[in-house]
Structure formats: C-alpha cells, structure tokens
C-alpha cells in the first residue's frame, strides 16, 4: 500500500491468475461459453437454479501485457457485483500430471523455447470444476488501496475474514480463477522439503496427478505474447532457468511415502471428511491393487 498499488495476488510460484473464461475475440469467447454451458446442464453435481456469470465483454488474450489488469478495471467500471470487493476469492483448478503430446504442448510455441520446460502448456488436464476436494479451497486476491487497517493475516484462503469471503467459491459464477500446476514427480520432489512424508508425499502427488477430467488450454497464449512483447534475446534470458535442471534425476522416493501408511492401510473405512475419505480410499487402492501403478496413474 505503501508503494502505492492496488491489486495484490496472495498465490504460489506454482499457481496463476487467470480469467475464468477464454480470453481473446467475441466469437472465441461465446464458442467457450456455449461449451461450458452445455457441460454444465449436462453434469449432475452442478446445480442448474445458478447463472452463469456474464461479462460486460470479453477478456483480453493472455498474449496481451496488463490485460488482466484492464479486465478487472473493465468489469469493475461495469459495476459486476464479483469485481466490486476489495477482496475477492478466486476458485482454483488443480491441473494433474497427465502429459500432453509433443505436438500438443508445441502448439504455437516459439522455436526458441522448450515447451516441456513449462508447466503451464506441458499440462493440460485438471479436476472437474467443482471439484472441491481435488481443487482444494479458493484463494484470495486483494485491493490494497482500499483497506484501511491491515490486521495478522492467518490464511491464504481468507486473510480478512471482515471483508473475504469463504473460500468455498462457486466456480460458475466467478470471474477469475487460479490455475494450480502440481507438475511432474521429479519437479515436486526436488525440495528438501520438512513436511515429506507428511502434508508432501508421494501419495498426495499421485492421488493429484490423476487429474484428468476435463481440458482447459486458455492459459497458453502468455508465451508468444511474453516472446512478442519482451524479444526473443530477452524472452530466452528470463526463461532461462525454467523446469529442472538439464540431466535432474530425482532421489529414492521412499522417502516420500506418506507416514500414516500403515494406519490407513489398516482400516477398511475412513472416518471424517469427504477429502479425507477419498484420498485415504485412493492409498489402499494404489497400494493394494498393483494396476494402479505410476504408468497407470499417468495413462502412460
């Protein structure tokens, strides 16, 4: 606030802002929407009594600088009630670790660079929509210029509880999202992290990286349009150290193997949450059935 700025994301390095619907022409957008909304009326868990959200016009390209910027300052003047807070909870999607093609990942990349090397074009498919248990809660993004006093925040998902809302967001009638990249075993593994084996295993991996429900490519254009906007020199230099590091082997992953295993192998049924009970039934599963291995997970 100090610096004078307004909105502030309160993300991950693996998670990104995005519109919640495709950005670019009108005739791209509503051929989107159209899709969506088929899906939607098509789908039991979604109730059909909710509006789809609907836009004073469509969003820019991902390809244009600050377009995300004018796409809130946009919806704002238009006086949407999703954009008017100065705190708005985004609803996540988590995107799995199921491989796109060569051809799939390449498409409309530069030359210059190394589609495999980004999460955010390698991966493709991600948890249903409403998905609440594999997308996990929505996070927030704040307008700093409007607040006035700053209490200690306690959580990503809420920081304020007076003026955020639950971070249980419907993700039908929001107009941004968060797009969040598990990424492969070996990118996941790569830190030293102190909670292996516990709120990081390989199981929380392999139990997110099956998600392949559903498509969404919307956030691909960001890469020509960075090349375009920033130069092919300069594009390189600042890509430079994406992914892993070249020839990266990752260590023996039993060290990840999550170490409530044996008391969740032990029991038939799992007492408590829906998320706790479908991961717990996902561990037997994997453990107990040898077809669900790595390979089978990731339909390779």
Sequence with gaps: KQAQRTWVTLIDTDEFLMYNHKGGDSATFQ?????????????????????????????????????LMRFLHQEQMAGHPFFQEPCISCPRLQFGAQESSKDERNRNIPDILDAERLDTVRYRKHAERQDYVKNGLAKAILDVSRISNFPRIQSLHRPIKEICAPPWKDEWDAGLRINHYLGSWEAYSFRDDSRRGGERSFEGWAFKAMDADETDDNIRPWVSGFVETHGVDKAKELLRGSGLPPGYHPKDGKNWTIMFLDEILGANETQGSDARKSFDNFVRDFHFNKKQSLEHILGQ
């Design 31 to 67: 051929a989107w929407e159209a899709r969506q909304l088929a899906h939607h009326q098509q789908h039991d868990k979604y109730p059909n009594i909710k509006h789809r959200i609907s836009l004073s016009q469509p969003p820019p390209s991902p390809a244009q600088e600050g377009g």
